[in-house]
């Protein structure tokens, strides 16, 4: 038997740079609020999931049991970017079948300045990575940008529009890194890192943590808090696959040069299993660390042709009053991209749009079904939320 499935309860630190907080101190104000929005309290827990990616391999156990030691099994998710989305997808699973009726999960991290490799060359023996010097992620982006402003007229006017927007939002995000918006001329104008991508069309690495509470309907009935409720409707998650490689459709940008056919494919999933499609779809909280990764999701997800991307965002199509609403906290260029809190970080924004209290950034017209995408290193999780 399957049970429904519901988000009760969501919390989230800042993101920032926080040299004087650790982990646990992070989290702690994540979970307290998730806790308290669920109107649960610890010991209601059965179990945890955690996602993080540089995290030793005893903090999952100290944030857990920071609260207490009440002897709830405590997992811990290591998937690059996705780990966030990773643990979320594992909780989900565990309480639709029945094993847990009130589950945590929580995606947090600290990170260092500096770019991300992709992978470490004693065990990645990839050619393009580590034999073409392609391992440092803005160049291979920005090389398969290249592919689509030859391949479809896109313009660095493009890349700039998903950027302001971005920044646009983040202003008004009181848990964004990045609250200054800027215009197209000062993005297009800012120092380049690796060209067409200039250093505004590119997200920092960030700390920050984010927490929800899952559980069934039926319990959240007794906990006093079905009326908040947000329905997890179906989710898909995949990896790349020969087909991705080799037969996708374009020049695509993402976690790696087949991010529109693994979008594509597994988007697919994940509407099959909701009962939805893309007509029905309303906001959209999508992992693009890059400008240029909103016009990857936006054709693979089918709410524009292949190669008008760019033009969706340009003329306005992915704003809070557009089309499909795109990364309505900003995203990771505004909001910022602590690698293990993104993934719970869009499931804390989606579930504030279709509740209708995202205050200044709620969309005009309140949302009904909500889309997060997070991918990593080989993996993509994709979850449909609805209310």
């Known amino acids: 038997m399957k049970h429904e499935v519901v988000v009760t309860g969501i919390g989230i630190h800042p993101f920032g740079r926080w040299p004087d907080k650790s982990t646990i101190q992070l989290s702690e104000v994540a979970i307290r609020q998730a806790l308290a929005d669920a109107c649960?309290?610890?010991?209601?827990?059965?179990?945890?999931?955690?996602?993080?990616?540089?995290?030793?391999?005893?903090?999952?156990?100290?944030?857990?049991?920071?609260?207490?030691?009440?002897?709830?099994?405590?997992?811990?998710?290591?998937?690059?970017?996705?780990?966030?989305?990773?643990?979320?997808?594992?909780?989900?699973?565990?309480?639709?079948?029945g094993c847990y009726d009130t589950v945590l999960v929580l995606g947090y991290e600290k990170m260092e300045g500096g770019l991300l490799s992709g992978g470490d060359p004693a065990l990645d023996h990839e050619f393009h990575l580590h034999h073409m010097g392609l391992d440092v992620t803005p160049g291979r982006i920005a090389m398969a940008l290249q592919r689509r402003m030859?391949?479809?007229?896109?313009?660095?006017?493009?890349?700039?529009?998903?950027?302001?927007?971005?920044?646009?939002?983040?202003?008004?995000?009181?848990?964004?890194?990045?609250?200054?918006?800027?215009?197209?001329?000062?993005?297009?104008?800012?120092?380049?890192?690796?060209s067409p991508l200039t250093k505004y069309m590119c997200c920092p690495s960030t700390d920050g943590a984010a927490a929800v509470v899952i559980t069934t309907r039926a319990k959240a009935q007794q906990h006093g808090s079905v009326s908040r409720s947000i329905t997890i409707l179906g989710h898909g998650v995949g990896s790349p696959s020969d087909e991705d490689l080799l037969g996708g459709p374009g020049p695509h940008i993402g976690g790696d040069f087949r991010a529109g056919s693994l979008t594509h494919r597994v988007g697919g999933l994940a509407y099959e299993a909701a009962g939805v499609g893309p007509q029905d779809v309303d906001v959209v909280q999508c992992h693009a660390?890059?400008?240029?990764?909103?016009?990857?999701?936006?054709?693979?997800?089918g709410f524009c042709d292949e190669g008008e991307g760019?033009?969706?965002?340009?003329?306005?199509?992915?704003?809070?009053?557009?089309?499909?609403?795109?990364?309505?906290?900003?995203?990771?260029?505004?909001?910022?991209?602590?690698?293990g809190a993104t993934g719970i970080a869009e499931i804390y924004e989606l579930v504030r749009q279709l509740r209708g209290e995202a205050g200044e950034l709620q969309m005009p017209r309140r949302p009904k079904i909500a889309v997060a995408h997070n991918?990593?290193?080989?993996?993509?999780?994709?979850?449909?939320?609805?209310?």
């Open 40 to 97: 649960i309290t610890f010991p209601q827990v059965q179990a945890a999931w955690l996602g993080a990616e540089f995290a030793g391999f005893t903090e999952a156990r100290q944030i857990v049991q920071h609260f207490g030691w009440t002897g709830i099994p405590i997992s811990q998710m290591q998937q690059a970017c996705a780990s966030g989305s990773a643990a979320f997808r594992e909780a989900y699973l565990a309480v639709q079948s």
């Open 150 to 194: 030859l391949a479809y007229g896109e313009t660095p006017q493009m890349l700039a529009a998903e950027a302001v927007q971005c920044y646009a939002y983040g202003a008004k995000n009181p848990n964004a890194k990045n609250r200054k918006a800027f215009t197209h001329e000062e993005i297009l104008a800012a120092p380049v890192i690796c």
């Open 289 to 301: 660390p890059f400008a240029g990764g909103g016009f990857v999701c936006a054709e693979a997800l």
């Open 310 to 339: 760019g033009r969706f965002f340009l003329e306005g199509k992915a704003a809070l009053d557009g089309q499909v609403a795109f990364n309505t906290d900003g995203g990771l260029l505004a909001r910022g991209h602590p690698l």
């Open 375 to 387: 991918t990593g290193l080989g993996c993509l999780n994709m979850h449909i939320l609805g209310r």
